[in-house]
């Protein structure tokens, strides 16, 4: 059944595939009873937007599901694409931008389009699945680098640009903005600065950035200044749009490279009506309305000044991710999970071995605009009760009777 599905007995239906009823918010139904909801990439809180809402059901009512039919190579092209493809380049500074029917296909065939056998990639090994699986489909070499370390980074690209010396391929560096587990950022001010050093071009997956990261949402490396010196920027639509899709942004004759290259976009239906238009309108939205970014923010650090002053470890994020690292068995995981979802009524996401390493409990919180203080107190209290209890070893080791 693999490392997850081996608990799917004791899981499915609670903690693996729970089912989240009602109106997307910060309070949602979970078996029958309204929850306090912290595991929603929601961040801006556009998903329930009326306008949003009202584009999504006037697209769906005017062109349906269906149109366009076909790949957009073939017959799937419509000025709606293309012209919100402009805008997203506009938006992150790029030249030009395609998008892509799901992020994580996406990226897998942006990866395989952009390397052959003489080219080398080196990656972050906190790389997201997306990476991992589009570079299974690579030829050539694949160096890896303990997760934003520098220094060994550079031993790789040593290693690698005397590779490509040899076989007259190139380097590709593919790190993420945000990592959307433990909210820490990739180091693309220290990455960019090898580029004075190491012939190489950068990827950067910006999934969780997109919308939530720089002084106007446009991503991590608008936060760090360094747009100019990211290659190739990904974001997808579904975390801060609240939709479907995702995007790839840079130079135009690259867009162009991957546009008649990307398997996964050449031999796959084209993003329907409905999702182009409401990508429209949430970008519209998400460049417009600055303050759903601030309310955003207000929420992040309030939650994360709130749940370091409480005494929790929430590692090195500096982003809207928030991970409450505990020490614990999978057995305690899923009591603490238990206990927070039926006695305190508040839902997050449980992330344990092997996700993360043997011991740790990661319980990982999503600050959205829709949150209020209210809502972030009450839940600092209830993870300041819930330490004290697994400290007190209140929670066994046995797997929580859901
Ligand atoms: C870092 C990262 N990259 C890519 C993806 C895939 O995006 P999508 O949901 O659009 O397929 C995700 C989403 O989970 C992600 O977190």
Not at 211 to 230: C, I, L, S
Not at 284 to 291: A, F, G, T, Y
Request: glycine share 10%; aromatic share 10%; with cysteine.
């Amino acid at each position: 059944m693999g490392p997850l599905g081996q608990y799917a007995d004791q899981t499915e239906g609670y903690f693996m595939f729970p089912k989240l009823e009602g109106e997307i918010g910060n309070r949602m139904v979970f078996r029958g009873k309204e929850r306090l909801v912290w595991s929603l990439n929601n961040y801006l809180g556009l998903a329930n937007h009326p306008e949003v809402r009202k584009t999504d059901a006037e697209a769906a009512a005017k062109y349906g599901m269906a149109y366009p039919m076909g790949a957009r190579m073939m017959s799937g092209q419509t000025d709606y694409h293309e012209q919100l493809e402009r805008e997203l380049a506009a938006f992150v500074s790029r030249e030009s931008a395609y998008l892509l029917n799901y992020g994580y296909q996406g990226m897998i065939s942006i990866i395989n389009s952009l390397v052959d056998r003489n080219d080398v990639i080196v990656y972050d090994s906190e790389a997201h699945a997306c990476i991992i699986d589009g570079m299974r489909l690579h030829f050539g070499k694949r160096f890896v680098y303990p997760h934003n370390n520098i220094e060994n980074l550079e031993t790789q690209l040593k290693r690698a640009k005397k590779m490509t010396s040899e076989t007259g391929g190139g380097i590709l560096v593919i790190t993420e903005g945000v990592y959307g587990m433990s909210g820490d950022l990739g180091k693309l001010k220290e990455i960019v600065a090898l580029k004075k050093k190491y012939p190489f071009r950068l990827l950067v997956d910006d999934a969780h950035g997109f919308g939530t990261m720089g002084p106007t949402g446009a991503g991590t490396d608008e936060y760090f200044g360094v747009q100019k010196d990211v290659d190739l920027y990904f974001g997808t639509f579904a975390k801060s749009m609240a939709g479907i899709g995702g995007f790839i942004a840079g130079e135009k004759r690259v867009i162009k490279y991957l546009m008649y290259n990307m398997r996964s976009q050449i031999f796959a239906k084209s993003l329907p009506m409905p999702m182009v238009l409401g990508a429209l309108k949430r970008l519209e939205l998400l460049r417009n309305q600055p303050e759903h970014r601030e309310k955003l923010w207000n929420i992040v650090r309030a939650l994360q000044n709130g749940l370091r002053n409480a005494g929790l470890d929430i590692g090195n994020t500096e982003s809207p991710v928030t991970p409450v690292m505990l020490n614990g068995s999978v057995g305690e995981a899923t009591q603490i999970t238990f206990d927070l979802r039926e006695n305190y009524n508040i839902f997050c996401s449980i992330v344990t071995y092997p996700v993360v390493p043997k011991g740790v409990i990661l319980l990982r919180l999503i600050p959205t605009a829709v949150h209020t203080l209210e809502d972030v107190e009450y839940t600092i209290r209830a993870f300041k009760e819930v330490k004290e209890k697994l400290d007190g070893k209140v929670y066994t080791a046995e797997m929580a009777e859901v």
